[in-house]
């Protein structure tokens, strides 16, 4: 019996229950594959810390850092991510793509965006929008409580579930990826958030959606390699373009330097920047900053 949504509620062991590193090893970790070794923790303060210090020393490509909770998760921009222990995803592989350009290696973190979304949906059964440059957002179906400091949850809005972060490390790019995934809307760290179980999700098995976002990220990482790190040739230009939530709206750019830049997001172009068309009938592109949705299709601010 699942217990009722009310904030002094707790989760038992049984409704979130810890990952098991010997299964999940068993069927990720194959002989000419990508994944190479597999560690669960049971708290650490970041992942992408962690195997970014491993880094400096020499570290295998493949190597997958998973925590049950993290005490100091980042995101972009210095801002942190946490959340209950066991209830979501939180875990940083490191990759070396040695042989392509390096000034491609911008679009990894697109590229995890990209097959993040594409195992959710085929193992959740999550439709995930990608907001550029790195969150993942899902769609909260009317009905599915009532967010901190709200009366109830507006039909259709977007909140984001997901982050990524990619930092230089070694000889390669640490790739964090966080993700809530059984958070009730008494757990949210703040309004904009969600969860893949408010989403609807199929399931919630959190080995089921590891293994799946996994397996998608070697598919596509193999893909893009393969590709000399060409995003069109690869199609995740494409592919990132199509489930871009940003794409079609009037957005704000917030950028270094304390500049701002208004205009509609038209494309991803082939460095993975967002470009902008502005009111003076200019286009520019984007590479850094962080994004504000305020108008389109959906409407919404996000």
């Given amino acids: 019996m699942t217990p009722p949504d009310a904030p002094h509620n707790r989760w038992s062991d049984l409704d979130r229950p810890p990952l098991n590193a010997a299964a999940l090893r068993r069927g990720l970790l194959k002989p000419g594959g990508l994944w190479t070794s597999l560690e669960i923790v049971g708290t650490t303060g970041s992942t992408n810390s962690d195997l970014a210090a491993r880094a400096a020393s020499g570290l295998a490509e493949g190597t997958v850092l998973v925590a049950e909770e993290q005490t100091a998760g980042r995101g972009r921009l210095d801002r942190s991510w946490t959340a209950p222990p066991r209830s979501g995803l939180f875990f940083s592989v490191y990759l070396t793509p040695g042989d392509v350009p390096p000034e491609r290696w911008g679009w990894?973190?697109?590229?995890?965006?990209v097959a993040t979304a594409t195992g959710l949906a085929q193992s959740a059964?999550?439709?995930?929008?990608l907001k550029w440059p790195n969150d993942l957002l899902v769609t909260i179906p009317t009905g599915s409580g009532t967010l901190p400091g709200e009366t109830g949850t507006p039909p259709g809005a977007e909140r984001k579930t997901g982050g990524i972060l990619a930092e230089r490390a070694g000889d390669g790019v640490v790739i964090g990826i966080g993700l809530n995934v059984s958070l009730r809307a008494a757990e949210l760290p703040a309004p904009q958030a969600g969860s893949l179980a408010l989403a609807g999700a199929v399931s919630t098995d959190r080995e089921t959606l590891l293994r799946a976002v996994l397996r998608s990220l070697e598919e596509w990482y193999?893909?893009?390699r393969e590709a000399n790190g060409d995003a069109a040739e690869s199609?995740?230009?494409?592919a990132y373009a199509a489930g871009c939530a940003t794409l079609d709206r009037t957005v704000r750019a917030e950028l270094p330097g304390d500049r701002s830049v208004v205009g509609e997001a038209v494309a991803i172009d082939g460095d993975g920047r967002l470009v902008l068309a502005t009111g003076d009938g200019l286009q520019e592109p984007v590479s850094a900053g962080d994004i504000v949705h305020l108008r389109g299709a959906e409407g919404g601010l996000t």
């Fill in 108 to 113: 990894l973190p697109l590229l995890a965006g």
């Fill in 125 to 129: 059964g999550v439709d995930m929008a």
């Fill in 222 to 224: 193999g893909r893009w």
């Fill in 235 to 238: 199609g995740l230009q494409a």
